[in-house]
């Protein structure tokens, strides 16, 4: 079976500019989470998507956005570029019922100049 | 909200010798614990998780935690370590809401084994 696979993996971008991440989930897992990584924050989550629904959304503002597909397929989009979103994104995958049990992809660093 | 707090950002070790990585978390109601383990330039893979039952936990490649509810702790031990384990070690907490779920993590440890 095939892993969480996410791309890019590496981007550089500017200030003020937009980036959009794609992950593709495992074959069968329907719900798709995005955490975002840094030094100083940890992780921390951004939203999780469920049947092409949002369920939950983390404490980030309103230019980060995402979507999923009919396919489960995910993506997230990062608008107007700030320097303090340089981080790993990193997608996860959770079969139905796996409590706490989160499949997660390689991740796509972003560096914002 | 939940919160978990890992005591320690680094911890060197030499090869052979016996690890304890510390996690603490808030909460009081039921929770669902878990350790994630990060190697360099990779994504989070799960380590072991301690849903309900016995509170000692194992995982394949030796590691154990045991969850600890009057201490609010849920501590991950090896008894012998290999250079291989170098890693980071993340303790997670899951958040159910609405039937949405999303784990709160610590700041992560950083578990260095050296020859």
């Known amino acids: 079976k095939a892993g969480v696979t996410q791309t890019p993996r590496y981007l550089i971008k500017t200030r003020g500019q937009q980036v959009t991440l794609s992950c593709s989930p495992i074959s069968g897992h329907r719900s798709v989470s995005w955490y975002q990584q840094t030094p100083g924050q940890g992780l921390q989550f951004l939203f999780e998507y469920f049947s092409e629904t949002q369920r939950n959304k983390g404490n980030f503002p309103g230019r980060f956005s995402g979507r999923q597909f009919s396919n489960s397929r995910s993506e997230m989009n990062v608008s107007t570029l700030e320097l303090g979103d340089s981080a790993l994104y990193l997608c996860?995958?959770?079969?139905?019922?796996?409590?706490?049990?989160?499949?997660f992809g390689e991740g796509s660093r972003l560096t914002v100049l | 909200a939940q919160s978990v707090t890992q005591l320690d950002s680094q911890v060197p070790v030499f090869e052979e010798a016996p690890v304890e990585l510390r996690c603490n978390y808030s909460?009081?109601?039921?929770?669902?614990l878990f350790w994630y383990v990060q190697y360099p330039n990779q994504g989070l893979q799960l380590l072991l998780k301690y849903l309900s039952g016995s509170t000692l936990v194992e995982s394949i490649n030796g590691f154990e935690a045991e969850f600890n509810k009057s201490q609010t702790s849920f501590h991950l031990r090896k008894p012998s370590v290999h250079i291989s384990d170098t890693a980071e070690y993340f303790c997670?907490?899951?958040?159910?809401?609405?039937?949405?779920?999303?784990?709160?993590f610590g700041k992560g440890t950083k578990l260095t084994v050296n020859p």
């Open positions: 909460s009081s109601v039921s929770v669902y």
């Open positions: 996860a995958s959770r079969a139905r019922g796996g409590t706490g049990e989160l499949f």
């Open positions: 997670a907490v899951s958040e159910a809401q609405g039937g949405s779920e999303k784990l709160v």
